[in-house]
């Protein structure tokens, strides 16, 4: 294997990929011909992405004009649900090419679940039946069953299904049903012409390769922020870099890790999904070339200044290597982390837990508003035995202190402009040094007067 292939490229940790992505196609196509941009194909993960890079390409390319690229996308989440809608990869296919099936709405598939649940635990348990509302709450998680088993080809009657434990009885039951759903579930979608959306997706895939391959593309052909979940996506992206105009683009590479390290990466960590599809691509190790330097320009993107660079010049005394020497000590033990998703990065926080409590004694605080992230975070836990206690989700600022000084220095940048300075004397903790009924008086005076 060899790293020298020249169709791979790679976006860095912590690096704004859609930022870059969309400044580097600028860029490639900016001495080409105007349609040449609007004839290149991108894939992408999420119709959010999409979304965003298109905001994001008409905004850098103001005030010319421009002819946007044809994106399309196709999900490598199983945790990702949303309807079938214009712009997924299936709109690249010629029509007659189209499987005469649709991917079942997220919806639909949880009231027909829902439904062949509660059937069931009304026929076998008519002692303690459960209702409706509470089998259409349990759908959802046979559904996700139905997406891992169908995305790594797994067939569920031919697992071993020896059970020792206690619950062994209660496990015969379930497993029952399985069975019976699973069987019978292909003629229950194919009445109502649908079909599973990862068997859906697959079939896309595989008819996109032939029909490449068939009538190989002339147009540039991007798969960008793929890290390779899912086994037909890794398939796609091997198959696109072996097109003559087709490139990939990996997301939130780590350059930082040594051979070793990356050599010997544990399948928990971030990285090791994006190890493994680079091994698919017959990529050695992780140091691919950047996307930007490799289509020989710098990014379009201004440097993101860290917020402590304007108060340590402001504030700190001397100024000169004293400030320089402070801002370094703060930001020494900073770091950031860009997450696709919310599963992504709380698995990232808790192998930073798990590697603290390793090789240090003592506890570990996590303070976050997202209550959905802590709750992630406890779950990744669990599978190294280790419990986050009281982990209620509140805000780091309860005061508020930090957008009080937010506003203080966006009315220092702005030269005490008189929107900013109304928006710092209007902040909870600004009080004038007097009483609140006068500094009340005199803000709104100053108010009329602006």
Not at 93 to 103: D, R, W
Not at 296 to 303: D, L, Q, V, Y
Request: net charge negative; aromatic share 8%; hydrophobic share 40%.
């Amino acid at each position: 294997m060899s790293n020298s292939h020249t169709k791979i490229s790679a976006i860095a940790l912590g690096e704004p990929f859609l930022e870059n992505l969309a400044s580097g196609l600028l860029a490639k196509h900016e001495k080409s011909e105007p349609t040449d941009l609007g004839n290149t194909v991108i894939i992408l993960p999420s119709e959010e992405a999409r979304r965003n890079l298109l905001k994001i390409l008409t905004t850098i390319a103001e005030p010319r004009a421009l002819l946007l690229p044809r994106m399309y996308t196709v999900s490598e989440s199983l945790a990702f649900k949303r309807s079938h809608q214009k712009g997924d990869l299936d709109w690249i296919l010629p029509s007659n090419l189209l499987p005469e099936t649709l991917p079942i709405p997220s919806v639909s598939r949880d009231l027909l679940l829902g439904r062949l649940i509660f059937q069931w635990r009304k026929g076998h348990d008519q002692n303690n039946p459960q209702s409706l509302h509470r089998c259409l709450k349990i759908a959802p998680t046979l559904a996700t069953l139905f997406d891992e088993l169908q995305a790594f080809k797994i067939n569920y009657l031919s697992l071993d299904q020896s059970s020792a434990s206690d619950d062994a009885l209660h496990w015969e039951s379930i497993n029952k049903f399985l069975k019976i759903v699973i069987t019978q579930w292909p003629s229950i979608l194919s009445e109502q012409t649908w079909q599973d959306p990862i068997l859906y997706d697959q079939l896309i895939t595989k008819l996109l390769i032939q029909h490449w391959e068939m009538e190989p593309p002339r147009n540039d052909i991007i798969a960008a922020g793929f890290t390779g979940n899912l086994p037909h996506i890794a398939h796609l992206l091997s198959f696109i870099v072996s097109l003559p105009t087709g490139h990939v683009v990996i997301p939130s590479l780590d350059h930082g890790l040594d051979e070793k390290t990356w050599e010997t990466l544990p399948e928990d960590h971030p990285q090791y999904t994006i190890k493994k599809l680079l091994v698919s691509l017959k990529v050695k190790n992780n140091l691919l070339p950047e996307w930007s330097s490799q289509l020989g320009h710098s990014n379009a993107t201004p440097p993101r200044i860290p917020p402590f660079n304007f108060i340590t010049s402001a504030f700190s005394q001397g100024g000169g290597s004293d400030g320089a020497k402070y801002e370094q000590r703060i930001l020494s033990n900073l770091t950031m982390v860009t997450a696709q998703n919310i599963y992504s990065e709380a698995q990232t926080i808790a192998l930073i837990i798990k590697k603290f409590l390793t090789s240090n004694q003592g506890s570990v605080s996590i303070f976050a508003e997202d209550q959905k992230l802590i709750k992630q975070v406890a779950l990744q836990l669990r599978q190294w035995n280790l419990d986050l206690c009281n982990y209620t989700a509140h805000s780091p600022d309860p005061s508020g202190a930090g957008s009080f000084l937010q506003l203080v220095a966006e009315m220092i940048c702005s030269v005490v402009s008189p929107v900013s300075l109304l928006s710092a004397f209007k902040h909870p903790m600004c009080a004038g040094h007097t009483s609140p009924i006068l500094f009340y008086d005199l803000r709104n005076e100053l108010e009329l007067k602006c």
